[in-house]
């Protein structure tokens, strides 16, 4: 039998079976799940901080330059 895919709870990072949530929330069409009451309403004081994606790591990035 496969093994369920792990979700992560974007507020604390912690990896885990789905069916194990305790709280989700539904946001802009997705579904989000946390391990705890507390992430969620975190997660709920701002939204917007946990749902938008980093840029790229070189994005505005400038190396060091050598000399």
Same mark, same amino acid.
């Given at each position: ?9 974007? /507020? @604390?990072?912690?990896? &885990?079976?789905?069916?194990? =949530?305790?709280? %989700?929330?539904?946001?802009?069409? $997705? ?6 009451? /507390? @992430?969620?309403?975190? &997660?709920?004081?701002?939204? =917007?901080?946990? %749902?938008?994606?980093?840029?790229? $790591? ?10």
């Amino acid at each position: 039998m496969p093994m369920d895919p792990e979700v992560v709870d974007v /507020v @604390c990072g912690m990896r &885990f079976d789905p069916r194990l =949530a305790t709280e %989700t929330v539904e946001f802009e069409g $997705r579904r989000y799940y946390f391990c705890c009451p /507390v @992430c969620r309403e975190e &997660f709920l004081r701002d939204p =917007a901080r946990y %749902t938008r994606r980093p840029p790229p $790591r070189w994005a505005g990035e400038e190396g060091e330059a050598g000399g």
